[in-house]
């Protein structure tokens, strides 16, 4: 059973950065795995996803400023964040297990209980 768990959110000024951390189990290094996020009365949006070969896809509302890369050896998925905006604000949660491509992250088949970050202006 694929387990999943995401920490490192909190509460930044814009400009400012956090990393997350999502550390996963009984998943196979096959997997797409991705973050998505939720803002209060907002859709959710795919962020950011990475394959088994480590090639990337992103939001564009996050090009240019958010990494995703992951540690095989840790079992964890990281999504460093810079040139935080208000924006930004949300709920994100990792995810593993679906196509591919950054705005089917919201789609895939496991997820985390989510972190919580916050960008004030």
């Known amino acids: 059973q694929v387990q999943l768990a995401e920490s490192g959110g909190g509460s930044v000024q814009a400009g400012g950065s956090l990393r997350l951390s999502c550390t996963g189990s009984g998943y196979s290094y096959g997997y797409c795995m991705g973050w998505f996020r939720q803002a209060p009365g907002k859709e959710r949006e795919g962020v950011a996803v990475i394959d088994s070969d480590a090639m990337t896809d992103y939001a564009d509302s996050v090009k240019g400023r958010f990494t995703i890369s992951k540690d095989h050896a840790k079992n964890t998925l990281y999504l460093q964040m810079n040139s935080l905006k208000p924006e930004d604000t949300g709920m994100y949660y990792c995810?593993?297990?679906?196509?591919?491509?950054?705005?089917?992250?919201?789609?895939?088949?496991?997820r985390g209980q989510g972190t919580q970050v916050t960008v004030s202006s």
């Open positions: 995810a593993a297990r679906g196509p591919c491509v950054a705005d089917r992250v919201p789609g895939f088949n496991v």
